[in-house]
């Protein structure tokens, strides 16, 4: 079991998500980063969907009150056992009554502590993901608070001594962007409604440098920039919502569905971050500002073909280091 020390809000316990229950009008929930979750499971020889707790405000600190591996993923939040520094994407084992504390980060914007085990809550609809919106799943349905305890499954694995990864951003190619631009390139494709915007907007759309709004959330990043506001509303049914999906509300500003997302919504779409770049959206910190890459549907599918390797490499290596 571990104990929440301090903590402020929106912490909660994730895994992959909530898959096959939209037709109930219940979201995916889950990670926002689920490639932070897939490394920290695969480093601790965990089942993939493994709970963890998602950290996305800083500080945070929890003790452990029983021997137990565990492994800091995500954003680089200079963690720390005790008064020993953590390197990034570390896997290790902690003693009974020692403490992990988290910083605010240097690099990204979300972390994932995951447990040899992974986190035990109760499965709701296959997943034991909180939904924050809803109030259901997780920890009694709510964010994570100091003096909360949390037991953690047993593990069928040996307990690992150190075990890390290279950071994904060093080995997974990004897009490519211009020299000197600072905004974070993020593949898309074409949505259904794109054609409806005239091209004066669909060229404001690829050339601006969106600012994520700080009114955004595990529901959706708001986008500040030039409104793509169009002469009329436009009325459409309601249609299914995936993350990652651009909707463009009639005020003109887009916005990029996440995890927390409504099942169905009726705003135009306009374009859909492609999978192999949700993790990189994930981890850009509210105020920094992100660029739309066009890129054909073969593209968007290759891309996934790196992440796929690395997730490979990172489990061959974390099962080899267990057998030594």
Request: hydrophobic content about 45%; charged content about 20%; proline content about 8%.
């Amino acid at each position: 079991m571990i104990e929440i020390v301090s903590t402020l809000a929106l912490n909660s316990v994730q895994d992959l998500g909530r898959f096959g229950a939209r037709h109930y009008g219940v979201s995916t929930s889950g990670v926002m980063d689920p490639l932070a979750l897939a490394v920290a499971n695969s480093l601790l020889g965990n089942p993939e969907n493994a709970a963890c707790i998602e950290v996305q405000t800083f500080p945070f600190r929890l003790r452990f009150l029983s021997d137990i591996a565990f492994a800091v993923t995500g954003a680089e939040c200079r963690a720390s056992l005790d008064d020993a520094v953590l390197p990034p994407w570390w896997a290790t084992t902690a003693r009974a009554g020692q403490v992990l504390a988290l910083h605010p980060p240097t690099v990204g914007s979300r972390a994932c502590v995951a447990f040899a085990g992974g986190v035990d809550v109760p499965v709701i609809l296959g997943s034991r993901s909180t939904h924050l919106r809803s109030g259901f799943g997780g920890l009694e349905g709510r964010s994570l608070r100091t003096g909360d305890v949390v037991r953690i499954l047993p593990s069928e694995v040996r307990p690992v001594a150190g075990v890390g990864a290279v950071p994904p951003e060093i080995v997974v190619p990004p897009c490519p962007s211009a020299p000197g631009d600072k905004a974070l390139p993020l593949r898309v494709l074409r949505a259904g409604e794109y054609d409806i915007f005239p091209s004066a907007m669909q060229e404001r759309f690829w050339q601006t440098a969106w600012k994520i709004s700080h009114q955004s959330d595990r529901g959706g990043y708001r986008l500040s920039g030039p409104p793509l506001k169009l002469p009329a509303p436009v009325e459409m049914r309601s249609y299914g919502l995936v993350a990652g999906i651009v909707q463009v509300p009639p005020a003109g500003e887009p916005i990029i569905q996440l995890s927390d997302a409504n099942t169905a919504g009726g705003y135009p779409k306009m374009a859909a971050v492609i999978e192999a770049d949700i993790w990189r959206l994930a981890q850009a910190r509210l105020g920094s500002t992100i660029r739309f890459v066009e890129v054909a549907y073969d593209d968007a599918v290759r891309a996934m073909e790196p992440i796929a390797a690395y997730l490979d490499s990172v489990r061959r290596s974390a099962d080899l280091y267990r057998t030594l």
